[in-house]
């Protein structure tokens, strides 16, 4: 069965300091692969999504991720982070099993932590 | 645009009770979803609806949980007889496209939190 992984449950960062949030799949076939933000108080919102073309591939709020095949992973990077991106991120992963199902499958999010 | 509406935002039952949760999708979403999102773990889908048809109920425990979208639009979402271990938040998103353009982008509502006492 198809699998997403968050190795980090919790990542500190310092304001304005760089950004690298890993999620790594397990799928035969390469998914359709989705990056949410949960922030305290509202419902998750899609930061970007890669379906095919270029692995690097840009969202809101100034975030980008790569897609890399060998790896099976989609990381999630941000070069200078703001104390308003401290939130639950998800990785998450549609595997296209066909019949118009779509429904995620969702890591187990990584806890982003601002330091001033 | 108004967002996914969701109701109760809040509520504690008693193990054995019952409960329902009603949801709003953003106008014109042919798409809704149910999740059930347990603390410190990622949302996990329940059903999957298609306007008022069924696409995918693979992970909706059948025996105490049911689901249904009148019409097209507006759903709720049953537990029945509850158990400690339904102690989440609920979570309804609904999406406009389903073809490529628009797969994977779901709209949240901020979810209703259930406690089973």
């Known amino acids: 069965a198809q699998s997403v992984t968050q190795p980090d449950i919790h990542i500190t960062v310092s304001e304005g300091a760089s950004l690298e949030l890993r999620c790594n799949y397990s799928?035969?076939?390469?998914?359709?692969l989705f990056w949410y933000v949960q922030s305290p108080g509202q419902g998750l919102q899609l930061l970007l999504k890669?379906?095919?073309?270029?692995?690097l591939v840009q969202g809101i709020k100034g975030f980008e991720a790569e897609f890399k095949r060998s790896q099976s992973s989609f990381n999630l990077r941000k070069p200078s982070v703001h104390w308003s991106d401290a939130a639950e991120y998800f990785c998450a992963v549609d595997p296209d099993s066909g019949g118009g199902a779509d429904g995620l499958t969702f890591g187990k999010g990584t806890h982003l932590i601002i330091q001033p | 645009e108004a967002g996914v509406a969701q109701s109760p935002r809040y509520k504690i039952i008693e193990k054995r009770q019952s409960v329902a949760f009603w949801c709003n999708p953003i106008?014109?979403?042919?798409?809704l979803y149910w999740y059930q999102q347990i603390l410190g773990q990622g949302p996990k889908l329940l059903i999957q609806?298609?306007?008022?048809?069924?696409?995918?109920d693979s992970q909706l425990p059948k025996d105490r949980f049911s689901a249904e979208r009148l019409k097209g639009v507006d759903s709720t979402l049953k537990i029945q007889p509850a158990k400690l271990e339904d102690s989440a938040v609920y979570l309804c998103?609904?999406?406009?496209?389903?073809?490529?353009?628009?797969?994977?982008?779901?709209?949240f509502g901020e979810g209703s939190r259930l406690t089973v006492l």
């Open positions: 799928y035969g076939a390469t998914p359709y």
């Open positions: 106008s014109g979403h042919a798409t």
């Open positions: 890669y379906f095919s073309g270029d692995t």
């Open positions: 609806f298609q306007n008022n048809g069924v696409v995918d």
């Open positions: 998103a609904s999406s406009l496209d389903m073809g490529q353009a628009g797969r994977g982008e779901l709209f």
